[in-house]
């Protein structure tokens, strides 16, 4: 089964900062990963699809990119409502669909 | 914009079988858009696909839980559905239904807690 490694598994931050979480793969995926934000309580939110795509109604500020085994989440400059817990998945290895273990994002 | 509410039993005694609901809104689980998906989160962890269904019945599910899911649709209600068989406190997790246009994850339900105890 492939492994997906998230870094780091939290991460403190002020708004405004640029800030980067990185998940790997143990093999290639190509660009099967998307990117979720989940806040307490709430169910995980799309940001991301296809390594890069943004969703429809996503901030401009968040942007995914890698390809293979290497990606990033990025937010270009950190808001208050950013703070949250982010996951990626894979979906190369359809039908077997997994999550990495998450990134806790903290207000510095 | 597709909506779906998840509903069924907060509580479930352990080796019986969890029975779940999603209802979909704002679209048709037969239009053939999406696939409909299952997706846990115990309490404080990470999250793990359960399986998914397609409109004509066609299902894939996580291979280390196949041997107890089930997950159905019914097209006249606009619904599909899970069941976990033999559940342990293992299977104690917020229960998410989900939209999936192509292996992951659009729209979610806001989730539902499943509380396996005696």
């Known amino acids: 089964a492939i492994r997906i490694t998230q870094s780091p598994s939290s991460l403190s931050a002020s708004t405004g900062d640029r800030v980067t979480i990185t998940c790997r793969a143990s093999?290639?995926?190509?660009?099967?990963l998307a990117w979720y934000q989940q806040k307490p309580g709430k169910a995980p939110k799309l940001l991301i699809y296809?390594?890069?795509t943004l969703q429809s109604g996503v901030p401009s500020r968040f942007s995914g990119s890698g390809s293979g085994t290497d990606f990033t989440l990025t937010i270009s400059c950190l808001q208050s409502e950013d703070f949250a817990t982010y996951y990626c998945?894979?979906?190369?290895?359809?039908?077997?669909?997994?999550f990495g273990q998450g990134t806790r994002l903290e207000i510095k | 914009q597709v909506q779906l509410q998840e509903s069924g039993p907060g509580l479930v005694k352990p080796s019986e079988t969890l029975s779940l609901t999603c209802t979909v809104s704002?679209?048709?689980?037969?239009?053939?858009?999406?696939?409909w998906s299952w997706i846990r989160q115990p309490p404080g962890k990470g999250l793990e696909w359960i399986g998914y269904?397609?409109?004509?019945?066609?299902?894939n599910y996580n291979p280390s839980l196949k041997s107890r899911v089930t997950i159905s649709v019914d097209t006249s209600k606009n619904q599909f559905s899970l069941k976990l068989s033999s559940v342990t406190a293992a299977d104690t997790a917020v229960y998410y239904c989900?939209?999936?246009?192509?292996?992951?994850?659009?729209?979610w339900g806001q989730g539902t807690l499943v509380t396996v105890s005696s």
């Open positions: 296809a390594a890069s």
């Open positions: 093999q290639g995926i190509s660009s099967y």
């Open positions: 269904i397609y409109y004509s019945g066609s299902t």
């Open positions: 998945q894979q979906y190369y290895s359809y039908p077997l669909i997994t």
């Open positions: 704002g679209g048709s689980v037969s239009s053939g858009s999406y696939y």
């Open positions: 989900a939209s999936t246009p192509g292996e992951y994850f659009q729209h």
